[in-house]
């Protein structure tokens, strides 16, 4: 086993990163993007997606990000049943990686679902950055938990997206670590720019009081609450943006103070959340919310907005212990705390956010994470070397 070394780059040692993941690159701007694109800086990342089927023979559509990150979408045909799936995908992604000359590299899986996917390959160290509890999600696979058994027998790291999900793995695997949701506070901070932002068409004919989200919209919404804050408050317009997933659409309450914006793109996110008088995080408490972390806390702090949201384990503590996030569980809870965030003292909580955001972003994340794989590979390369001497 080589790796090759480059001493006057941050990392002392380049290796490629093959990444397999039950969400695409282009759904939804969050953990995995931020932490890959700091990756692709460094080394080349190969995101490997779930199939889409057509009529063609099994082959990798692969286009490369703003990034530069390689993102591979394998295309199978339409009759390929499910057993044939893995077959099928271990013999490309073995083809895949040995056409970009990937002779050092580490696998990252964001799920074990793809794991015999990658049965061909050797690589320096395996990673399973554990980002949510995906077996408590709707529709999830009944094999996940076995494959997830099988990929805590073969990881030699361990990530996990929250420090509730990190209390759970670390019972379950020696070299647990957990790394929350982190957050780029220049590009939230935009929101703060006052008149300089620009409001975006879909958003600037909506009245005040503004409630946002963004955010997925699927079995993790309180969707009742949603209706029952909106009834309570007529006079309050409540904004939902981002894609509907695993719900219909039909299910989500309509209301002439309820606007559902659609998807947004990462970059679009900031001219939203500053025309917002208040950001809200709406999560129902069920199996699906028990481990999560969400990534928009800090973000909505970052962009200098007074939060509500939902007894999420993971809000509460630190962001509700510290004062920063207020939590409500009814709709009378939730419309009283937004009355009060849209009444609070604005200048002392931006400062006393940016204060906690201070030591939070996904560089630093990026760098401890990038520390444990290097030591990884050092000691995997060191036991290779003692077992063929």
């Not at 295309?75 to 992604?93: A, F, Q, S």
């Not at 069920?286 to 702090?301: D, G, Q």
Request: net charge negative; with cysteine; glycine share 6%.
């Amino acid at each position: 086993m080589s790796v090759t070394t480059f001493p006057n780059s941050k990392s002392a040692t380049r290796y490629g990163v093959v990444v397999f993941s039950h969400l695409r690159w282009n759904f939804v701007f969050q953990r995995p993007q931020h932490l890959l694109s700091r990756f692709a800086k460094q080394h080349d990342v190969l995101f490997i997606e779930e199939p889409v089927f057509h009529d063609g023979d099994p082959r990798f559509v692969v286009t490369e990000t703003k990034e530069g990150v390689e993102v591979a979408v394998p295309h199978l045909r339409n009759e390929t049943g499910p057993d044939e799936v893995d077959r099928i995908m271990k013999r490309l992604v073995g083809e895949l990686v040995a056409d970009r000359n990937f002779t050092d590299y580490i696998t990252w899986y964001y799920t074990p679902m793809m794991l015999e996917w990658s049965e061909r390959l050797h690589p320096l160290a395996t990673i399973y950055d554990c980002m949510d509890e995906l077996s408590a999600f709707k529709n999830a696979p009944e094999k996940l938990k076995l494959r997830e058994a099988e990929l805590f027998g073969l990881a030699d790291l361990v990530f996990t997206g929250g420090r509730s999900l990190y209390e759970v793995k670390r019972e379950q695997h020696a070299a647990v670590y957990c790394f929350p949701s982190s957050i780029d506070v220049k590009h939230f901070g935009r929101a703060l720019e006052g008149d300089s932002v620009t409001e975006p068409d879909d958003q600037k004919n909506i009245t005040k009081p503004r409630i946002g989200f963004f955010g997925v919209i699927d079995e993790r919404t309180d969707i009742e609450l949603l209706r029952q804050s909106a009834e309570l408050r007529p006079e309050w317009q409540f904004v939902m943006i981002g894609p509907v997933v695993k719900i219909s659409e039909d299910e989500l309450p309509k209301a002439d103070n309820i606007h559902y914006l659609g998807g947004k793109t990462y970059d679009e996110l900031p001219g939203y959340i500053a025309g917002w008088d208040v950001a809200m995080m709406p999560f129902a408490i069920n199996e699906s919310t028990r481990f999560i972390s969400p990534t928009k806390t800090p973000e909505y702090l970052a962009a200098g907005r007074p939060v509500v949201s939902t007894p999420i384990r993971d809000v509460v503590r630190p962001y509700g212990e510290a004062g920063l996030v207020r939590i409500a569980s009814t709709a009378e809870e939730f419309v009283r705390a937004i009355d009060e965030s849209i009444k609070e003292n604005a200048e002392e909580r931006i400062q006393k956010a940016e204060e906690f955001l201070a030591a939070m972003s996904w560089d630093k994340t990026y760098d401890a994470m990038s520390d444990l794989i290097e030591e990884t590979i050092v000691a995997n390369e060191k036991r290779s070397i003692e077992v063929t001497v």
